[in-house]
């Protein structure tokens, strides 16, 4: 089975600041790693994922996350955030090469950005 | 031309009364799934199907009945509405070990029992 961690529910930052919110996992099988954002009232959209390869992956709107296997962990971060960036953020995993297997979700960080 | 489209949007609704949810997509993808997301953002899987086969069913009230049709579709239907089944659901679509081609989400229908 799979766990997700997410270390921090609520990240509060200013405007243009530098962020990262971290997420750990737990499994006993290879997983597939990905971040999702949620503007209040909306669906989840993705914003990257880490499939294999290099484990710096950059997504949309500035975001990257890195993977680190030993420490198994996908940290978020983004160099310089705005207020439209203020929105829930789930770090998610799923198994490899399993058919119809699901996306299990972190409790989610609220970001948080002011001026 | 939505990839995930569920209807409707908003449900409110009486406790005891029965209610559906439909989900479809046009991506053309293998497996669907029902998430519940409640008060506190928490998303938790229900159910998927692989090609209209049921290959995931969480510890879900009885109440709780997903029904695939064909591939592209797969509802949820609820009856006797319960105060706490008030939350957000949240279908999605994927190909076979999904990670490869990511999930999809609808946008979500917020369901409210009063």
């Known amino acids: 089975a799979q766990s997700v961690t997410q270390l921090d529910s609520q990240v509060p930052v200013f405007e243009e600041a530098p962020v990262e919110l971290r997420c750990n996992y737990s499994?006993?099988?290879?997983?597939?790693l990905f971040w999702y954002v949620q503007y209040p009232n909306q669906g989840l959209q993705l914003l990257l994922k880490?499939?294999?390869?290099?484990?710096l992956v950059k997504g949309i709107n500035g975001f990257e996350a890195e993977f680190n296997k030993s420490q198994t962990s996908f940290h978020l971060r983004k160099p310089s955030v705005h207020i439209s960036d203020t929105a829930e953020y789930f770090c998610?995993?799923?198994?490899?090469?399993?058919?119809?297997?699901?996306?299990?979700f972190g409790k989610g960080t609220t970001l948080s950005v002011s001026s | 031309d939505t990839a995930v489209s569920q209807t409707p949007k908003y449900l409110v609704t009486q406790m005891g009364n029965d209610k559906s949810i439909k989900c479809e997509q046009n991506l053309g993808h293998d497996t669907m799934y029902w998430y519940k997301q409640d008060s506190k953002k928490f998303l938790k899987i229900m159910f998927s199907y692989n090609n209209k086969e049921l290959i995931i069913n969480e510890t879900v009230p009885n109440r709780f009945s997903p029904k695939s049709p064909d591939k592209a579709h797969l509802n949820l239907h609820i009856n006797s509405l319960e105060l706490g089944d008030s939350a957000v659901y949240f279908c999605a679509s994927s190909q076979p070990g999904g990670g490869n081609y990511g999930y999809t989400f609808g946008s979500g229908t917020r369901l409210t029992v009063v």
């Open positions: 499994s006993s099988v290879s997983v597939y």
């Open positions: 998610a995993v799923t198994p490899r090469y399993q058919a119809g297997t699901a996306l299990i």
């Open positions: 880490y499939l294999s390869g290099s484990t």
